[in-house]
């Protein structure tokens, strides 16, 4: 095949872990999975995180550094019968080469309950290893056997700094890139472009090359490629604002939503929109909001938000901005709280410095009928759905996270929760 009739994301895909980038957090030198692959002990694994951050790249990347022959699937269009042809193929080169097998599964949440059980027994008995890749959370959407004989690695969406270093280097790349193009793209263009990908390399790198031959040449017989250019072949608007006032407007919504003022986030929503940014990051921000400044006063806020995110994602622009819009207002209305932030971040802290944090006995999932504690829990519902014992361990009995405040549904909260635990905090930390 003519290597130009190759995507570009194709082509410039790593092959090795020097070419590899972003995923610090994974393939860092001192990280685990490096040094699995260092040492030649990566076992079956699951790479999941959004599209266009290198899981697919790093599963071929691992099987050629092992020196392991590669099997291909993909979920959607396999099935169990194309399983048990590689666990069997992979059997055959182990026992006459003593060489191991990668299967290497693209979108394996899609895999039925009955292909994953076809490949468990291999699994466990290293007749193959498996690595699969998937944008959806597999503990959620995979089958928990295959999940409990995995390493689980999460991918974050790669940095406008590592977008900006692929992009450059594909410009440049005359083998694999658009090295032999006499191309100009601006700076503001490349800029752009690293912004607007939101952390997918894919999505980058075929915005590139579409401006790169959908252009023509100009008088002086060099593409230029201007930041409108860029924009349209990304099929998304630039945005009109530069990166710091980008984050001033959002910080503005942010303290807007977080101030009851519904005129003020408005405005500065629709700024945001028609600068160009994506809607779904109004709407992430609206779900933070509504747990950390809403909370338990008005719980409604959170479902408000976690629907016009539904709607931006499946009605989509400009429907749904009129959901972001009734959203925004129904949190800027609401009651507001703060304590759900604060009992996080109590109860965080003690999590992190507690050590002397032994379950009671009657909690504890091996109960006798010794004079210990033991089998000795009380059953709330026998008791009319609601008893008094204690819960935490000893050195925590008397910590209060949760601290009711004065609005909205909360004010009905604070005489109950104290009068059932018969105590009230005496700082604003939770301690007695």
């Not at 699995?36 to 099987?63: D, E, H, N, R, W």
């Not at 400009?318 to 800027?332: D, G, K, M, Q």
Request: glycine fraction near 6%; hydrophobic fraction near 35%; charge should be neutral.
């Amino acid at each position: 095949m003519n290597n130009e009739r190759i995507p570009l994301a194709e082509r410039m895909r790593p092959t090795s872990l020097e070419e590899f980038v972003g995923q610090e957090h994974i393939v860092g030198k001192s990280k685990l999975l490096y040094r699995a692959i260092s040492t030649g002990s990566v076992g079956s694994c699951i790479f999941y995180g959004p599209p266009g951050t290198g899981k697919t790249t790093l599963a071929g990347i691992i099987a050629k550094m092992l020196n392991a022959n590669i099997e291909k699937l993909n979920a959607v269009s396999s099935g169990v019968a194309d399983a048990k042809a590689v666990i069997e193929k992979a059997r055959s080169q182990k026992q006459m080469f003593g060489q191991d097998t990668y299967l290497l599964l693209d979108e394996c949440h899609r895999w039925s309950k009955a292909q994953s059980d076809c490949v468990l027994q291999a699994i466990e008995e290293g007749s193959i290893y498996f690595i699969g890749s998937t944008t959806e959370n597999p503990y959620t959407s995979m089958t928990r056997a295959i999940v409990s004989r995995c390493t689980v690695f999460e991918f974050k969406k790669v940095s406008e700094k590592d977008v900006e270093k692929v992009i450059r280097h594909a410009l440049v790349d005359k083998e694999k890139g658009l090295g032999d193009y006499k191309t100009q793209v601006d700076d503001d263009a490349i800029t752009f472009l690293a912004f607007a990908c939101n952390g997918d390399v894919r999505t980058a790198l075929n915005a590139l090359e579409l401006a790169v031959l959908s252009t023509k040449m100009g008088k002086d017989k060099i593409i230029h490629i201007n930041k409108e250019t860029m924009a349209e072949c990304l099929n998304r608007r630039p945005l009109s604002i530069d990166e710091s006032m980008y984050y001033d407007y959002l910080s503005a919504f942010c303290k807007s939503l977080r101030g009851s003022d519904t005129e003020a986030a408005l405005y500065y929503s629709q700024r945001l929109i028609k600068a160009g940014i994506d809607p779904l990051i109004i709407c992430r921000r609206m779900i933070a909001h509504a747990s950390e400044d809403i909370g338990m006063a008005d719980s409604n806020a959170l479902l408000m938000a976690c629907l016009a995110m539904y709607a931006c994602e499946k009605n989509g622009p400009p429907e749904c901005y009129l959901n972001i819009s009734h959203a925004i207002i129904y949190l800027c209305e609401a009651e507001k709280s703060n304590s759900v932030l604060l009992a996080m971040h109590r109860a965080m802290d003690d999590a992190e410095n507690e050590r002397e944090d032994n379950v009671p006995n009657h909690l504890k999932n091996h109960p006798s009928t010794n004079d210990d504690g033991h089998g000795k829990y009380k059953y709330p519902h026998n008791y009319g759905g609601y008893v008094k014992q204690q819960y935490m361990p000893d050195r925590l009995k008397d910590r209060v996270y949760y601290v009711p405040g004065e609005n909205g549904r909360e004010k009905n909260l604070v005489r109950k929760k104290f009068a059932k635990n018969g105590f009230k905090p005496k700082d604003e930390n939770g301690r007695k």
